[in-house]
């Protein structure tokens, strides 16, 4: 849980430029339970949670910090950096077909055999 897990391990130095991102947190103010689903939430109910959460992050200085932190880990559950889990997936989804695309070859059509790039 981001806010959990950020948010209870107390900064390992001053707030700074050379601080973990995470200490400047928004959520480490705001009620935990906002940003992880509790067991059998109904979808409403979650749907509410996580826009609550969002509205959060919005206002969160380091929230391109936290996406790239979820994204990368990835982090399975919760809202982190204004995404929701199933959101994440779609961005790495996405990533990964860029790359894959970018690592292709580029066919030059009417040359055979010859790849452009
Ligand atoms: S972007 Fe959201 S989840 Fe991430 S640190 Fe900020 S408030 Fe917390």
Do not use: N
Not at 27 to 32: A, F, H, P, S, Y
Not at 35 to 53: C, G, I, M, V
């Amino acid at each position: 849980m981001v806010a959990a897990q950020l948010v209870e391990r107390p900064p390992a130095q001053p707030a700074g430029e050379d601080s973990p991102w995470h200490t400047a947190a928004a959520c480490r103010r705001d009620e935990v339970g906002l940003f992880f689903a509790p067991s059998k939430e109904p979808t409403a109910a979650r749907l509410s949670r996580e826009e609550r959460a969002k509205q959060v992050c919005a206002r969160c200085p380091v929230l391109l910090d936290c996406r790239e932190h979820a994204l990368a880990q990835p982090e399975p559950y919760g809202v982190w950096g204004g995404l929701t889990a199933a959101e994440r997936r779609v961005v790495l989804a996405r990533r990964r077909r860029r790359d894959v695309e970018l690592c292709e070859p580029v066919r030059v059509p009417g040359a055979r055999g010859r790849i452009a790039g």
